[in-house]
Protein backbone atom coordinates (compact mmCIF):
# COMPACT_ATOMS: atom_id res chain seq x y z
CA UNK A 1 0.00 0.00 0.00
CA UNK A 2 1.37 3.50 -0.90
CA UNK A 3 1.37 5.70 2.14
CA UNK A 4 1.17 9.32 2.26
CA UNK A 5 2.54 11.19 -0.68
CA UNK A 6 3.91 14.37 -0.91
CA UNK A 7 5.64 17.29 -3.28
CA UNK A 8 7.88 18.52 -3.65
CA UNK A 9 9.84 16.91 -1.59
CA UNK A 10 12.70 20.23 -0.81
CA UNK A 11 11.52 23.66 -2.41
CA UNK A 12 13.92 26.65 -2.40
CA UNK A 13 12.59 29.72 -3.38
CA UNK A 14 12.80 33.66 -3.02
CA UNK A 15 10.59 35.41 -0.51
CA UNK A 16 7.48 36.73 -1.74
CA UNK A 17 6.99 33.76 -4.38
CA UNK A 18 4.19 31.59 -4.16
CA UNK A 19 5.03 28.18 -2.83
CA UNK A 20 2.45 25.53 -3.20
CA UNK A 21 3.05 22.27 -1.17
CA UNK A 22 0.89 18.73 -2.74
CA UNK A 23 -0.58 16.09 -1.09
CA UNK A 24 -2.03 12.92 -2.31
CA UNK A 25 -3.04 10.96 0.84
CA UNK A 26 -3.82 7.08 1.52
CA UNK A 27 -6.57 5.67 -0.46
CA UNK A 28 -9.73 5.51 1.43
CA UNK A 29 -8.51 7.72 4.25
CA UNK A 30 -11.25 10.86 4.39
CA UNK A 31 -9.57 13.13 7.31
CA UNK A 32 -6.38 14.69 6.53
CA UNK A 33 -4.24 17.01 8.30
CA UNK A 34 -1.01 19.67 7.36
CA UNK A 35 1.06 20.19 10.00
CA UNK A 36 4.42 22.17 10.07
CA UNK A 37 7.20 21.34 12.17
CA UNK A 38 10.31 24.17 13.49
CA UNK A 39 12.91 23.50 15.59
CA UNK A 40 11.38 26.56 17.43
CA UNK A 41 7.76 25.10 18.08
CA UNK A 42 7.82 21.97 17.21
CA UNK A 43 4.88 20.47 15.40
CA UNK A 44 1.69 22.38 14.64
CA UNK A 45 -1.34 21.34 13.10
CA UNK A 46 -2.49 24.08 10.20
CA UNK A 47 -5.56 22.33 9.13
CA UNK A 48 -7.46 19.34 8.56
CA UNK A 49 -9.95 18.31 6.36
CA UNK A 50 -12.67 15.33 7.03
CA UNK A 51 -14.13 14.37 3.62
CA UNK A 52 -12.88 17.05 1.95
CA UNK A 53 -14.11 19.69 3.86
CA UNK A 54 -12.03 21.65 6.09
CA UNK A 55 -12.77 21.30 10.10
CA UNK A 56 -10.46 23.75 11.87
CA UNK A 57 -8.29 25.86 10.34
CA UNK A 58 -7.48 27.88 13.51
CA UNK A 59 -3.66 26.87 13.69
CA UNK A 60 -3.11 28.31 10.13
CA UNK A 61 -0.93 31.64 10.90
CA UNK A 62 -2.29 34.25 8.86
CA UNK A 63 -4.05 34.76 4.96
CA UNK A 64 -1.09 34.58 3.40
CA UNK A 65 -1.64 30.29 3.73
CA UNK A 66 -4.51 28.61 2.12
CA UNK A 67 -5.49 25.00 1.56
CA UNK A 68 -7.72 23.31 -0.31
CA UNK A 69 -9.17 19.44 -0.88
CA UNK A 70 -10.81 19.29 -3.88
CA UNK A 71 -11.45 16.10 -3.85
CA UNK A 72 -10.16 12.42 -1.79
CA UNK A 73 -6.95 11.95 -3.53
CA UNK A 74 -5.66 15.38 -3.43
CA UNK A 75 -4.81 18.39 -1.23
CA UNK A 76 -2.38 21.42 -1.65
CA UNK A 77 -1.18 24.50 0.99
CA UNK A 78 -0.07 27.43 -0.35
CA UNK A 79 1.64 30.32 0.56
CA UNK A 80 1.40 33.41 -1.06
CA UNK A 81 3.41 36.23 -0.84
CA UNK A 82 6.36 33.39 0.75
CA UNK A 83 8.41 34.78 3.93
CA UNK A 84 11.90 33.97 5.23
CA UNK A 85 9.97 32.83 8.81
CA UNK A 86 7.99 30.19 6.72
CA UNK A 87 10.90 28.24 6.21
CA UNK A 88 10.36 24.64 8.01
CA UNK A 89 8.97 21.04 7.28
CA UNK A 90 5.62 20.40 6.46
CA UNK A 91 4.26 17.39 6.33
CA UNK A 92 1.22 15.85 5.37
CA UNK A 93 -1.01 13.06 7.30
CA UNK A 94 -4.31 11.02 6.63
CA UNK A 95 -6.40 8.70 8.69
CA UNK A 96 -9.39 6.81 8.72
CA UNK A 97 -11.99 8.83 11.22
CA UNK A 98 -14.44 5.88 12.89
CA UNK A 99 -17.01 6.61 14.80
CA UNK A 100 -14.50 6.53 17.84
CA UNK A 101 -12.14 8.39 16.65
CA UNK A 102 -9.34 6.01 17.27
CA UNK A 103 -7.13 5.56 14.31
CA UNK A 104 -3.41 6.93 14.02
CA UNK A 105 -2.65 9.46 11.57
CA UNK A 106 -0.16 8.30 8.52
CA UNK A 107 2.57 10.90 7.84
CA UNK A 108 4.45 11.67 4.68
CA UNK A 109 8.03 12.37 4.19
CA UNK A 110 7.68 15.76 4.33
CA UNK A 111 8.36 18.85 2.06
CA UNK A 112 11.45 20.69 3.61
CA UNK A 113 10.65 24.66 2.96
CA UNK A 114 13.42 27.22 2.69
CA UNK A 115 12.53 31.01 1.74
CA UNK A 116 15.30 32.89 1.00
CA UNK B 1 -7.77 22.37 28.32
CA UNK B 2 -5.88 19.07 26.71
CA UNK B 3 -2.63 18.63 26.81
CA UNK B 4 0.96 16.20 26.46
CA UNK B 5 3.81 17.02 28.61
CA UNK B 6 7.48 15.37 27.53
CA UNK B 7 9.20 16.57 30.31
CA UNK B 8 12.21 15.11 29.08
CA UNK B 9 14.05 16.96 25.95
CA UNK B 10 16.59 14.22 25.55
CA UNK B 11 17.02 10.68 26.73
CA UNK B 12 20.55 9.00 26.97
CA UNK B 13 20.99 5.00 27.01
CA UNK B 14 23.55 2.44 26.15
CA UNK B 15 22.61 -0.14 24.23
CA UNK B 16 21.41 -3.56 25.52
CA UNK B 17 19.91 -1.35 28.79
CA UNK B 18 16.23 -0.50 29.40
CA UNK B 19 15.32 2.70 27.87
CA UNK B 20 11.94 4.44 29.46
CA UNK B 21 10.36 7.95 27.57
CA UNK B 22 8.43 10.27 30.16
CA UNK B 23 5.00 11.47 28.78
CA UNK B 24 2.03 12.84 30.78
CA UNK B 25 -1.29 13.94 29.80
CA UNK B 26 -4.28 16.11 30.53
CA UNK B 27 -7.87 15.13 28.81
CA UNK B 28 -11.47 15.69 29.67
CA UNK B 29 -12.93 12.11 29.19
CA UNK B 30 -10.94 8.70 28.63
CA UNK B 31 -7.88 9.85 26.70
CA UNK B 32 -7.12 8.17 23.49
CA UNK B 33 -2.99 8.12 23.48
CA UNK B 34 -0.13 7.36 21.09
CA UNK B 35 3.14 7.00 20.03
CA UNK B 36 5.30 8.35 17.28
CA UNK B 37 8.66 8.35 16.08
CA UNK B 38 10.75 9.96 13.65
CA UNK B 39 13.37 9.50 11.73
CA UNK B 40 15.92 12.21 10.30
CA UNK B 41 14.32 13.68 7.09
CA UNK B 42 11.52 11.38 7.38
CA UNK B 43 7.62 11.64 9.04
CA UNK B 44 6.12 10.39 11.95
CA UNK B 45 5.64 6.88 12.42
CA UNK B 46 2.78 5.15 14.27
CA UNK B 47 4.46 2.86 17.09
CA UNK B 48 1.50 2.18 19.22
CA UNK B 49 -1.62 3.55 20.68
CA UNK B 50 -3.93 2.57 24.01
CA UNK B 51 -7.70 3.09 24.01
CA UNK B 52 -9.21 0.51 26.21
CA UNK B 53 -8.12 -2.98 27.53
CA UNK B 54 -4.35 -3.68 28.58
CA UNK B 55 -2.65 -1.05 30.26
CA UNK B 56 0.40 -2.29 28.97
CA UNK B 57 0.08 -2.01 25.03
CA UNK B 58 2.86 -3.49 22.83
CA UNK B 59 4.03 -1.95 19.67
CA UNK B 60 6.31 -1.57 16.50
CA UNK B 61 9.72 -2.50 16.92
CA UNK B 62 9.94 -4.15 20.40
CA UNK B 63 8.49 -1.53 21.75
CA UNK B 64 5.68 -1.10 24.25
CA UNK B 65 3.63 1.67 26.55
CA UNK B 66 2.38 1.37 30.42
CA UNK B 67 -0.84 3.30 30.63
CA UNK B 68 -1.29 4.40 34.15
CA UNK B 69 -4.70 6.47 34.62
CA UNK B 70 -4.44 7.33 38.19
CA UNK B 71 -0.69 9.03 37.02
CA UNK B 72 -2.04 10.46 33.67
CA UNK B 73 1.29 8.78 32.18
CA UNK B 74 1.96 7.23 29.28
CA UNK B 75 5.51 6.05 29.00
CA UNK B 76 7.12 4.37 26.30
CA UNK B 77 9.58 1.86 27.35
CA UNK B 78 11.68 -0.80 25.73
CA UNK B 79 13.67 -3.46 27.29
CA UNK B 80 16.78 -3.71 25.53
CA UNK B 81 17.73 -0.25 23.52
CA UNK B 82 19.22 -0.59 19.85
CA UNK B 83 21.73 1.60 18.50
CA UNK B 84 18.69 2.17 15.60
CA UNK B 85 16.40 3.33 18.00
CA UNK B 86 17.99 6.64 18.07
CA UNK B 87 15.21 9.15 16.76
CA UNK B 88 12.87 12.02 17.95
CA UNK B 89 9.75 10.22 19.97
CA UNK B 90 6.43 12.23 19.90
CA UNK B 91 3.46 11.55 22.54
CA UNK B 92 -0.06 12.33 21.26
CA UNK B 93 -3.72 12.30 22.60
CA UNK B 94 -6.55 13.01 21.08
CA UNK B 95 -8.12 16.12 21.29
CA UNK B 96 -12.32 16.29 21.69
CA UNK B 97 -13.72 18.44 19.23
CA UNK B 98 -17.40 19.77 20.46
CA UNK B 99 -18.17 20.12 16.91
CA UNK B 100 -18.15 16.57 15.97
CA UNK B 101 -15.56 14.21 17.99
CA UNK B 102 -13.24 14.22 15.22
CA UNK B 103 -9.56 13.07 15.72
CA UNK B 104 -7.42 15.70 16.27
CA UNK B 105 -3.98 14.98 17.56
CA UNK B 106 -2.58 17.07 20.10
CA UNK B 107 1.32 16.16 20.36
CA UNK B 108 4.00 16.77 23.14
CA UNK B 109 7.31 18.41 22.30
CA UNK B 110 8.94 15.25 21.24
CA UNK B 111 12.19 13.28 23.31
CA UNK B 112 15.36 12.91 22.08
CA UNK B 113 16.45 9.31 22.27
CA UNK B 114 20.23 8.51 21.73
CA UNK B 115 21.25 4.65 22.31
CA UNK B 116 24.95 5.05 22.49
CA UNK B 117 27.25 1.53 21.77
Known amino acids: DAGVIQSPRHEVTEMGQEVTLRCKPI?????LFWYRQTMMRGLELLIY????????DSGMPEDRFSAKMPNASFSTLKIQPSEPRDSAVYFC??????????????FGDGTRLSIL | AQSVAQPEDQVNVAEGNPLTVKCTYS??????LFWYVQYPNRGLQFLLK??????LVKGSYGFEAEFNKSQTSFHLKKPSALVSDSALYFC???????????????FGAGTRLAVHP
Open chain 2, 92 to 106: AVRALMFSGGYNKLI
Open chain 1, 93 to 106: ASSLRTGNSNQPQH
Open chain 1, 49 to 56: FNNNVPID
Open chain 1, 27 to 31: SGHNS
Open chain 2, 27 to 32: VSGNPY
Open chain 2, 50 to 55: YITGDN
